[in-house]
């Protein structure tokens, strides 16, 4: 008779800790970050922002600072046109004021091309050796990736390349 409790409390216990067990697991992969894949479509803003800013993420070794992060949209429509000359016009302006040791300028978008076009355009008034200890992330394709780094370079950033 006197085993009957003492066997109640370890079944008790056992079954206690093999559901914190449990719960340690589920919390754990929750925590870890679902990987999000490269939107098919062009036009899905939301998607494509949540994919670049993963990107980017992967890329922040030696960041101390939040990145500048800009989004090149694709397409040639009347509103698209006007919001990457807007995106053209804040990072002309933040290359020519310059950044910081310790940050990252990244950029990406659906349409390497422009997004490579973007960044070769603002770093045309870079000042030689502005950007020692800066970080410039492009992500885009290998085949723009050369043209990019030609025109960072002489800014002295340490040059990044994610493909797309």
Same mark, same amino acid.
């Given at each position: 008779?006197?085993?009957? @409790?003492?066997?109640?409390?370890? =079944?008790? =216990? ?10 340690? !697991? #589920? +919390?754990?992969?929750?925590?870890? @970050?679902?990987? %999000?894949?490269?939107?098919?479509? @062009? +036009? ?9 800013? #993963?990107? &980017? ?30 995106? #053209? ?5 933040? %290359? ?19 997004? =490579?076009?973007?960044? %070769? +355009? ?5 000042? @030689? ?6 970080? &410039? ?5 290998? +085949?723009?990736?050369?043209? &990019? #780094? !030609?025109? %960072?370079?002489?800014?002295? =950033? ?7």
């Amino acid at each position: 008779m006197r085993k009957i @409790p003492v066997l109640i409390a370890f =079944a008790l =216990a056992a079954t206690l800790a093999l559901s914190a067990c449990n719960n340690a !697991q #589920q +919390t754990d992969q929750a925590a870890q @970050p679902q990987e %999000v894949s490269k939107p098919s479509s @062009p +036009t899905d803003m939301k998607g494509w922002k949540t994919y670049l800013s #993963q990107v &980017v993420q992967a890329h922040m070794q030696g960041i101390s600072n939040t990145p500048y992060m800009y989004f090149i949209p694709a397409g040639d429509d009347p509103d698209t046109v006007a919001a990457r000359g807007r995106t #053209q016009d804040t990072l002309n302006g933040v %290359v020519a004021t310059t950044v910081l040791p310790g940050n990252m300028i990244a950029a990406g978008g659906p349409d390497s091309g422009k997004t =490579a076009d973007a960044l %070769v +355009t603002a770093f045309k008034n870079a000042q @030689p050796g502005s950007f020692k200890g800066v970080v &410039v992330l492009f992500v885009g394709n290998a +085949t723009d990736k050369d043209r &990019v #780094q !030609q025109a %960072v370079a002489p800014s002295g =950033a340490e040059f990044r390349f994610a493909q797309m």
